[in-house]
């Protein structure tokens, strides 16, 4: 695709109800991000993955959170056992290595009810 | 914990004047970007500047590094309503690739 695609893009849930957030990465892109932004605020980084090496989970909150990524392709963000302070935007942003200009999707809107 | 810090946390001021965010960090990087926000949706990269480099221009857009002071400045010319926007700066920590963002500067630009 021609950006990072997200999805789904708004996420209304239930408090401890699992989820899952999918980012689609630029052809190409080595390196993907997940960031976190609650309302209002700046982005917290969660996880950085990095073409085949180990990924850097020293963002991760909580045991709760955990991702993948297949290669360098499609990325998913699992919450399980989501709480209200869960709620917030999260981020994709995917660049051609580390350092370099990141572009980002729009971003999933979660919604912990 | 947080690399980047920016200052002002809000600013705003009219059209045509310019507007000056400032960034400061903790320890040594790479190289120091600076992203726009609207609307609390996808950021978009506007430019990067090197740890060897003291000054970048980008159109109406000049950001300066100081490695010594550990700070950088963005300077918008000219500013526009359509400027109007939260801006972030993000680095690299301590040389490692994992991008942190400060808290972001929220601007406003009346007509």
């Known amino acids: 695709g021609a950006g990072v695609s997200q999805s789904p893009s708004n996420k209304v849930t239930e408090k401890g109800k699992d989820v899952e957030l999918r980012c689609d990465p630029i052809?190409?892109?080595?390196?993907l991000y997940w960031y976190r932004q609650r309302l209002g605020q700046g982005l917290e980084f969660l996880i950085y993955?990095?073409?085949?090496?180990?990924?850097?989970k020293s963002g991760l909150p909580s045991d709760r959170f955990s991702a993948e990524r297949t290669g360098e392709s499609v990325s998913t963000l699992t919450i399980q056992r989501t709480q209200q302070e869960d709620s917030a935007v999260y981020l994709c942003?995917?660049?051609?290595?580390?350092?370099?200009?990141?572009?980002f999707g729009s971003g999933t809107q979660l919604s912990v009810l | 914990s947080q690399q980047g810090e920016e200052d002002p946390q809000a600013l705003s001021i009219q059209e045509g004047e310019n507007a000056t965010m400032n960034c400061s960090y903790k320890?040594?990087?790479?190289?120091l970007q600076w992203y726009r926000q609207n609307s609390g949706r996808g950021l978009v990269h506007l430019i990067l500047?090197?740890?060897?480099?003291r000054e970048k221009h980008s159109g109406r857009l000049r950001v300066t590094l100081d490695t010594s002071k550990k700070s950088s400045s963005l300077l918008i010319t000219a500013s526009r309503a359509a400027d109007t926007a939260s801006y972030f700066c993000?680095?690299?920590?301590?040389?490692?690739?994992?991008?942190?963002f400060g808290k972001g500067t929220m601007l406003l630009v009346s007509p």
């Open positions: 993000a680095t690299d920590v301590g040389g490692y690739s994992t991008l942190t």
């Open positions: 993955f990095q073409g085949n090496s180990a990924p850097d």
């Open positions: 320890t040594s990087i790479n190289n």
């Open positions: 052809s190409g892109h080595t390196a």
């Open positions: 500047i090197r740890s060897n480099e």
């Open positions: 942003a995917s660049s051609l290595g580390g350092n370099e200009k990141l572009f």
